[in-house]
């Protein structure tokens, strides 16, 4: 079985991702690895789409923070133009782990629900989580505080503020979204990570070892 798990970035997939494989002994890869390999062979001339955050990485600090506070919008399109190509890898590695018989949890933002409604060559279960919490911002300081590798550490904190605001906002995005298309949505702001774990684990059917 091929088990989703998406949503905005700084919402606790990878973390809850990481709490199901070592509980149940599943397999699991997140849509930023697979981004990597591909950046690693892809140029902006051969897959444009893949290369489109760069518009918005390539910006300054300070334009970064007047990006998002004026105008959601277009982060977040440039957010689902990359994930849009980097979905077309995760599909065939996902067919590659069902083939050969395996179950995978992918996970990332790469898992869109618009996509995820169009997979129907594959068995699969998918969910999303979010965190629409007006404290958001404070989970992310304190995770980029014990995380010394966390990027976060390095931001100011009104980027900070401003990139929570744009995680709730994508949060609600993501809801809408995936109730449009009957899939369950997990709101992380509520509940510890452990909980939201379970959560996840009950609505993806996965039992010790990987099935479903």
């Not at 918005?56 to 994930?83: G, H, N, V």
């Not at 998918?126 to 014990?146: K, M, P, T």
Request: include cysteine; glycine fraction near 6%; aromatic fraction near 8%.
């Amino acid at each position: 079985m091929i088990h989703l798990l998406g949503g905005p970035p700084r919402v606790g997939k990878s973390t809850i991702a990481g709490m199901i494989r070592k509980r149940h002994a599943i397999s699991a890869v997140s849509t930023d690895s697979l981004s990597a390999v591909l950046d690693g062979v892809w140029c902006d001339e051969t897959a444009p789409d893949f290369f489109v955050m760069d518009r918005f990485r390539d910006l300054s600090p300070t334009a970064k923070e007047r990006a998002i506070a004026d105008d959601f919008a277009e982060p977040l399109k440039y957010l689902i133009e990359q994930d849009t190509v980097v979905w077309k890898a995760a599909v065939a590695f996902a067919k590659r782990e069902h083939e050969e018989g395996r179950d995978i949890l992918i996970e990332g933002t790469g898992i869109i629900p618009e996509l995820v409604n169009q997979l129907d060559a594959l068995p699969h279960r998918v969910v999303f989580v979010g965190n629409q919490a007006e404290n958001h911002s404070e989970s992310i300081r304190r995770s980029a505080r014990d995380n010394p590798n966390d990027w976060m550490r390095r931001a100011t904190d009104q980027y900070i503020d401003l990139f929570a605001r744009f995680v709730m906002r994508m949060s609600v995005y993501i809801e809408q979204e995936a109730r449009k298309h009957d899939f369950e949505y997990i709101e992380t702001g509520n509940r510890s990570l452990e909980d939201a774990a379970d959560l996840v684990v009950k609505s993806l059917g996965i039992i010790d070892g990987g099935g479903s």
